[in-house]
């Protein structure tokens, strides 16, 4: 599919009986490696995220139930933590650079053009879930600015016309 006929994906999770038990029988293994105290919030959230790639209702439930600690709680906590999320993620996770040195040399434009050719904003996913658009402070490439990551790879000095030959060759994938 070319990227100017993706649609954005609006909605996480939907609640349902079948998809509860199948996020109960996946968390059991994680859940084992813990005691299920509350001083474990924080690695369970990472260790089910892990699991799952992000963190439904149904697991903020499950990991509720096995701490002990209330729900509300454990969704503050989490929400708290920018390295938490609460919607799945495409299998192609972009993350453009917004430090200084990427802004100044153009990191708006960056976005904006990876916007367009993939029709979705930042920090939403394309209805296929091939991409999740994200922006990050900086990824530590300044001398190659402005760049993005698309998993974990850094690609640097981008241009309109550099974008574009990223993103067709992906979804020609
Ligand atoms: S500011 Fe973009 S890599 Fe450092």
Redesign the pocket.
Known sequence: MSGGKRKKKEAASTAGGKRGEDVQERLKPVFGKFRGGEEELIPVLQAVQAELGFLPDEAMREIARFTRVPESRVYRVASFYAQFRFKPIGRRHILV?R????HVRGAPKVLEEIERLLNIREGETTEDMEYTLETVA?????GL?P?LMIDRKVEGKLTTKKLEAIFKKDAGK
């Open positions: 650079c430090g200084t040195a990427c900086c990824i530590g490439a300044c600015s760049c």
